[in-house]
C-alpha cells in the first residue's frame, strides 16, 4: 500500500477542517479577535467622552466605535490587539471596584476621572513611550486615543463640520491669509 | 480566412503599456505601423477603472490602512500603497521573485503599468550626466549627448504638459513648461534662506507632470493630491490618460491584456526577432505573435528577464547578450528616509487646496572644480514639501473639549525633505533568473542582487546632513532625519540592465536604443539607461523612446529593418 497515497487521501477527506485548524494556528496563535464587537456600548461612550459633542457633533455621532471596532479587528497587530482588549477589560474592572459602574453608567466627572488617569500614565511622545511601543506595542489609551482622533477626523462630520473638507479645490491658492476662526483642513 | 500566422501578424510589437511603451505605442502607430501593445496585466479604462478616485475618507472602511490580510498578501508593495491605490499594485504573493540582498520590486501589472501610480516629477538630464561616465571612468560613455536628446525633451514635455520654472542651470536643462505650482509660505521662506546662506544651492518650483492649466483634450489638475488612483480630470500624465488615447484613435492599435510575455523568438537565417511568445495570464495558453519591429518596454528587471529567457542557439545566454552585460549593472536613486523640522512663525498663513507639487533643490555637488566633494562622485537632488500641522501630525494633549480645540486649527509650519542620489553602474549589481523556481506561468523567477556601493553611502549620509543643515539654517526646530534608509528599489527608480553604449562588447544597445546584436529589436524603457543621474527618470525615458520610434519608422519605411 502507498502510504503517502493514503496519508494524502485522508487529507483529502478532512481538508478542510485540518486547512482551518492549523490556520488559526499557524496565522493567529490564541487569537482573542472578533471580541469587540462585544465592547461597542463601552466603546461609543469612551469615544465621546475623548472628542464630545459640543457646537460641533462628537464621536459617537460619528460612529467612530464602529471604525475602531473594524480597524482593531482587521488591521492592527495581535500585540496591539491584545493590548487594546485587556485594556477596555482593566478599565472596566477599575470602574467597577471604584465606582460599583460600568464605565457606561459611570458619570460624567467619573468617566474624566477614570481616563485622565489613564491619560496621565501616558505621554506618547516621551522618548521611553516610543521605545516601550516598538517592543510591547502600543498601550490601550495610545490606541484607543489616536484612533478617536483618527476615525473622527476622516468621518464625515468631522471632516466637515470640524474640519474643512473640500474634495474637489480646483485651485490651489499657495499663500493665504488666515480667517477669523479658521479652521484646518481635513486632508493633506 | 487568414490562416494564424496572418492574424497575428503586425508591423510592431511592443511589450509593456506603462509610462515608456505608451509612447511607444502613440509613436509607432501614428507613424502608420499595425502595433500590437502586450500587457501582462488587467485593462484599467482612464475614468471608468479609478474605482476608488473620489471615494471620501469615510467611504474606506479601514480609511487608508490595508488589513493585514491584505498586508500579507504585499509584504514588500505594502510600503508604497495603501487602501486608495492598492489596486494599482500588484500582489506579491502572486507575483514572488527572489531577493539576494533587500531590494523592493515595487510593481503594477495593469494597462498602464506604473505610469498611473508614478511620482510624476520631471527633470531632464544634462551633458553633465551623459558625460559623468566618460569623465569619471565608471561605467561605459554614454553613446548620446544632451544635443542629442534637446528636441525630444521639447517635444514630449509639449504633450505631456510639465509645469515647473525657468531656472537657467547648465546641470538641469530648462523645458517646456506649463506655469509652475506656486510654493506656499513656507516653501517660499525656505527658498529665501538657502538664497542667503548659501552660495551653491538654491530652491526652484518641482517639476512636476500636472497640468497647471487646461490642456486640449485633458482637463487640468484639480489639485486634490489623490493622483495614484487615477485622475478623472485628467489632470496629470498617464499612460492611460494620452498615450494610449492616440494610440487607438489611430487605428492602428491592438491592444491584449493578460498577456505575459514568455519570450523573443529569433531566427538563426535572418539573424533577426520574428515574434514574442506569450502565455495568457488567465487560460495559462500560449500563443505567438510576429512583427518586424519589437520594441521592449516591460520595465528594466522585466525585459532583462524576458532577454535572459530568450535563449537561442546564438543566443545561449539571452537575446542579443553577447556582451553578457543584460541583467547587470542594476541601478536605482539612493534616497534617504528624510528629514524633518517645524517652524515658529507665518502663522497668519495657510493655504488653500491641495499641491500635488514638490520644492527641489538642484544637484550642488561635483557641478565644477568649486563644488568638487571628496568623498563621492556625482551628485544628489532634494525633495521637499511644505505644509501645515493637522489633525496627522500635530502633536495633541488631553482629551475632551480641549482635545477639540487642538485638532479644529491648523497647527505649526513643517518640512520635509528627501534626496534622491545618483547610483554608479557595477557589474555586480543585477538581475537573473532562477531555473529551478517558477512561477504559476512555469516561468523562472527572477532574482535580484543589488548592494549600494561606497559612493552611494556616503552620498546618502551627505544628503542628510545638507537637509537637517538647510533647515536648520532657516530657522527650523526639532530638526531631525530617519537615520534607516530604505532598502534599495524604494526609489522605484530601477534602471541599467540592458545599457547603451558605443561598443558592442561592453553595451547592449546602440545609441537608437536598438540592439547591437539584433537589429529589429529596441528597448526604450529604464533597462538602456548608462548612469542613473540623479532626476526622475521617466521623461529621459519618454524622450529615448521618441526619438527611438522615429528611427525605426524609417528604417522600418526604407525597409531596413
Request: charged share 25%; glycine share 4%.
Given at each position: 500500500m502507498n502510504r503517502r497515497k493514503a496519508i494524502g487521501g485522508i487529507l483529502a477527506i478532512t481538508g478542510i477542517g485540518i486547512a482551518s485548524y492549523s490556520g488559526v494556528n499557524l496565522f493567529h496563535g490564541k487569537s482573542n479577535r472578533g471580541q469587540l464587537k462585544n465592547y461597542l456600548n463601552l466603546l461609543s461612550e469612551l469615544v465621546d467622552v475623548i472628542i464630545p459633542p459640543t457646537e460641533t457633533p462628537g464621536a459617537k455621532e460619528a460612529k467612530v466605535q464602529n471604525y475602531i471596532i473594524d480597524f482593531m479587528e482587521s488591521c492592527s497587530s495581535k500585540k496591539e490587539y491584545n493590548n487594546f482588549l485587556n485594556g477596555l477589560t482593566d478599565l472596566q474592572d477599575t470602574c467597577l471596584n471604584n465606582y460599583d459602574n460600568n464605565f457606561e453608567d459611570c458619570t460624567m466627572n467619573q468617566k474624566v476621572e477614570v481616563l485622565e488617569n489613564l491619560d496621565s500614565n501616558y505621554d506618547s511622545n516621551s522618548l521611553f513611550a516610543k521605545i516601550d511601543a516598538k517592543i510591547r506595542g502600543r498601550s490601550f489609551f495610545n490606541i484607543l486615543k489616536s484612533l478617536t482622533v483618527e476615525g473622527y477626523c476622516t468621518s464625515e462630520l468631522g471632516a466637515t463640520k470640524l474640519l474643512a473638507y473640500v474634495p474637489v479645490p480646483f485651485n490651489y491658492k499657495a499663500i493665504t491669509t488666515i480667517e477669523p476662526n479658521q479652521k484646518a483642513w481635513a486632508t493633506r | 480566412m487568414k490562416n494564424q500566422t496572418e492574424i497575428n501578424t503586425f508591423d510592431a510589437i511592443v511589450v509593456g503599456s506603462g509610462i515608456s511603451g505608451g509612447w511607444a505605442a502613440k509613436e509607432l502607430t501614428e507613424g502608420g505601423l499595425k502595433t500590437l501593445v502586450l500587457e501582462r496585466g488587467r485593462n484599467v479604462e482612464h475614468i471608468?477603472?479609478?474605482?476608488?478616485?473620489?471615494?471620501?475618507?469615510?467611504?474606506?472602511k479601514h480609511r487608508t490602512h490595508l488589513t493585514k490580510e491584505e498586508l500579507e498578501e504585499r509584504p514588500i508593495q505594502s510600503s508604497h500603497c495603501n487602501a486608495g491605490d492598492k489596486?494599482?499594485?500588484?500582489?506579491d504573493s502572486e507575483h514572488p521573485y527572489i531577493q539576494d540582498k533587500p531590494f523592493k520590486w515595487i510593481r503594477g501589472y495593469q494597462v498602464g503599468g506604473r505610469s498611473l501610480t508614478w511620482g510624476r516629477q520631471s527633470y531632464r538630464f544634462s551633458e553633465l550626466d551623459f558625460e559623468a561616465n566618460k569623465k569619471d571612468g565608471h561605467g561605459v560613455d554614454w553613446p548620446i549627448r544632451y544635443n542629442d536628446l534637446k528636441e525630444w525633451y521639447d517635444y514630449v514635455e509639449e504633450y505631456v504638459g510639465i509645469s515647473g520654472s525657468s531656472e537657467s542651470l547648465p546641470h538641469l536643462p530648462d523645458g517646456v513648461f506649463l506655469p509652475a505650482i506656486p510654493m506656499n509660505a513656507i516653501e517660499k521662506h525656505l527658498k529665501e534662506s538657502v538664497s542667503k546662506h548659501y552660495s551653491d544651492r538654491l530652491i526652484i518650483n518641482g517639476r512636476v507632470a500636472n497640468l497647471s492649466e487646461y490642456k486640449e483634450g485633458r482637463g487640468k489638475c484639480m489639485f486634490r493630491n489623490l493622483c495614484s488612483r487615477g485622475c478623472p480630470f485628467s489632470g496629470y500624465f498617464s499612460s492611460n490618460s494620452t498615450t494610449l488615447v492616440d494610440a487607438y484613435n489611430s487605428g492602428n492599435l491592438t491592444l491584449r491584456e493578460h498577456s505575459v510575455v514568455k519570450e523573443v523568438i529569433y531566427d538563426e537565417e535572418t539573424k533577426k526577432a520574428v515574434g514574442v511568445k506569450i502565455i495568457d495570464a488567465i487560460s495559462k495558453e500560449e500563443t505567438t505573435y510576429y512583427a518586424k519591429i519589437i520594441f521592449l518596454n516591460a520595465s528594466a528587471i522585466a525585459t532583462a528577464s524576458i532577454l535572459l529567457n530568450s535563449v537561442s542557439k546564438s543566443f545561449p545566454n539571452g537575446l542579443g547578450n553577447s556582451s553578457l552585460q543584460v541583467g547587470h549593472n542594476l541601478m536605482d536613486h539612493v534616497v534617504n528616509e528624510g528629514t524633518y523640522g517645524t517652524y515658529d512663525g507665518l502663522l497668519d498663513k495657510y493655504y488653500e487646496g491641495r499641491s500635488p507639487g514638490t520644492i527641489y533643490i538642484p544637484r550642488f555637488q561635483n557641478l565644477n572644480t568649486k563644488t568638487t566633494n571628496t568623498d563621492f562622485v556625482r551628485g544628489y537632488g532634494i525633495q521637499g514639501k511644505g505644509e501645515r500641522e493637522n489633525w496627522e501630525s500635530k502633536p495633541t494633549e488631553g482629551f475632551g473639549v480641549a482635545l477639540k480645540a487642538q485638532l479644529e486649527t491648523p497647527g505649526k509650519w513643517k518640512i520635509s525633505l528627501g534626496g534622491r542620489g545618483e547610483v554608479l553602474p557595477n557589474y555586480e549589481n543585477k538581475i537573473s533568473l532562477d531555473l529551478q523556481n517558477r512561477d504559476q506561468w512555469g516561468l523562472p523567477l527572477v532574482k535580484v542582487h543589488f548592494e549600494y556601493g561606497s559612493n552611494d553611502l556616503a552620498m546618502m549620509e551627505h544628503m542628510t546632513k545638507a537637509s537637517e543643515d538647510i533647515l536648520i539654517k532657516a530657522g527650523f526646530e526639532n530638526v531631525g532625519s530617519y537615520r534607516n534608509s530604505p532598502p534599495p528599489g524604494s526609489a522605484v527608480h530601477?534602471?541599467?540592465?540592458a545599457r547603451m553604449g558605443n561598443d558592442p562588447k561592453t553595451s547592449v544597445l546602440n545609441k537608437y536604443n536598438q540592439m547591437h546584436d539584433v537589429n529589429n529589436v529596441f528597448i526604450t524603457d529604464g533597462s538602456c539607461m548608462t548612469s542613473s543621474g540623479c532626476q526622475n527618470p521617466s521623461l529621459t525615458y519618454m524622450a529615448l523612446t521618441a526619438r527611438a520610434c522615429r528611427y525605426a519608422i524609417n528604417q522600418f519605411k526604407s525597409n531596413q529593418l
Open positions: - | 471608468k477603472d479609478y474605482t476608488t478616485a473620489l471615494k471620501a475618507p469615510w467611504e474606506f489596486h494599482f499594485y500588484v500582489k530601477e534602471m541599467g540592465t
